[in-house]
């Protein structure tokens, strides 16, 4: 069950009367819990269990953790949460990956090996990054550890960020599930224009860009190196509109609920320098990664050499965090290099000189992140600086969601962003509301399409 179909709709209408209806917290988390993992059941119920058991071992391991002052006894207890959820995410996602790379190394010496039947359970790279979060800081002592394993159980399993984020700590969520919050219709009705607008960007603008980027990327020495800027265009926009769209639905279902979450993008489009473009795109992660990879490793305290390492380390587990193959971790590295460059070369550039160079190093970090493979990627980039001949295909609809993501970037660097925002005291607000549910309507593409994180 997804944000977009059918049947979530009905289900969170239920949710949103039952959730309302409790006046007392331990009915009221019970609700959402409840609701939260028949959400993930509805996808393969057999991992609800180790959903369960990843809230067990990190609720028991933070009491421990918080219950003794030996810090030799807090670190063991530490290393248990992290050799168990890294134990867990190497299995599902990893163990193949490693199978298939150390294959390539033994087979011409005459040996062989083969995968496993493994399934990827859905968001567990979301929950068990939440989870190893709220150990390390119970650890580092910046928060207590939860005495109420309802409520611990329903931070982990929150259905709105569960399976997509964004990457929620214990620190911003635990608190407000401490309470029954307060019924605000101004709050209410907030959520449920971001929850629109989230539907409008994954449905009307990713879906259609993605008609396009799912054809050529499965066959890109076929076409014109003009499709292919095309493609790697509506690529960009793709991966934003689709993921920017599930979060703007999580933080919606979120506040329609009474609960606040953090925001996960910026305009990152918008980023004149690589640094500016990573404070804007997936913000909870870029966070994560800083707070618990690069500062532990470092960070920039122990010169330049040092940084320029920590960075690469980081964005490079930060690329093999999105997917078990190569493509994603030179994706990582070609970040983290770009990272390091414009750090060991800050200079004043123009603005629009900025934005086009920050602009390339992303969308040629995108020709590697949607690639599948790396003979791939050297085919569409090949392609793109050859300008080589093929299949010129420039389907309308996505030219259309091109030139929508264009003008609504460029309408927010202008006082339009006021407006943009719709508040929800504003005469046009229920206008703009009404036009969505009407596009959502009558255009949305046949056929379901699940977000692209979901792969993750």
């Not at 870029?286 to 040092?306: A, C, E, K, N, T």
């Not at 959502?440 to 399409?449: A, E, I, K």
Request: with cysteine; hydrophobic share 50%; charged share 15%.
């Amino acid at each position: 069950m997804v944000f977009t179909q059918a049947e979530f709709v009905i289900f969170f209408v239920i949710v949103l009367v039952a959730a309302w209806a409790c006046r007392e917290r331990v009915a009221r988390n019970t609700v959402l819990l409840a609701a939260s993992y028949y959400f993930y059941a509805y996808w393969d119920i057999r991992f609800c269990g180790l959903l369960l058991l990843s809230t067990f071992v990190d609720d028991t391991v933070a009491r421990k953790i918080e219950s003794n002052d030996d810090q030799a006894i807090r670190k063991r207890w530490l290393v248990v949460s992290l050799v168990f959820n890294l134990g867990i995410l190497g299995f599902f996602k990893y163990c193949n990956f490693f199978i298939d790379s150390a294959s390539a190394v033994i087979e011409p010496w005459g040996w062989s090996t083969s995968t496993l039947p493994i399934i990827l359970p859905v968001g567990i790279s979301f929950y068990t990054f939440q989870t190893m979060s709220y150990t390390i800081d119970v650890y580092r002592r910046r928060l207590h550890a939860s005495n109420r394993p309802l409520d611990f159980a329903l931070y982990v399993a929150f259905f709105p960020q569960l399976v997509a984020g964004p990457i929620v700590r214990a620190s911003e969520l635990l608190p407000q599930l401490a309470s029954v919050p307060t019924w605000s219709g101004r709050r209410f009705y907030g959520g449920f224009q971001q929850l629109l607008r989230g539907a409008v960007k994954k449905v009307l603008i990713a879906d259609r860009m993605g008609e396009m980027v799912d054809v050529v990327f499965a066959g890109p020495d076929l076409y014109s190196g003009a499709t292919l800027c095309v493609a790697i265009v509506a690529y960009t926009g793709q991966i934003y509109y689709d993921f920017s769209g599930y979060t703007d639905m999580a933080i919606g279902a979120a506040k329609m609920l009474g609960y606040r979450f953090p925001n996960n993008f910026r305009h990152p489009y918008l980023a004149t320098s690589i640094s500016d473009f990573w404070r804007r795109w997936h913000m909870t992660l870029s966070r994560w990664l800083r707070d618990y990879v690069y500062i532990p490793l470092g960070g920039s305290r122990f010169g330049s050499v040092m940084t320029y390492r920590n960075l690469m380390l980081t964005m490079g587990l930060g690329g093999l965090w999105h997917g078990a193959a190569w493509t994603f971790v030179l994706w990582g590295l070609w970040h983290g290099g770009s990272l390091a460059v414009h750090r060991a070369f800050r200079f004043p550039v123009p603005r629009c000189v900025g934005w086009v160079l920050t602009m390339g190093v992303v969308m040629i970090g995108w020709i590697l992140f949607r690639s599948p493979d790396l003979a791939a990627a050297d085919q569409f980039m090949f392609g793109i600086v050859r300008q080589r001949a093929g299949i010129d295909w420039f389907p309308p609809l996505v030219i259309a969601a091109i030139t929508c993501m264009v003008l609504e970037h460029a309408a927010w660097t202008t006082r339009l962003r006021l407006a943009m925002r719709l508040p929800a005291d504003a005469w046009y607000s229920p206008i703009a509301t009404t036009v969505m549910l009407w596009a959502l309507v009558l255009y949305s593409p046949r056929g379901f399409q699940p977000f692209v994180y979901f792969q993750f």
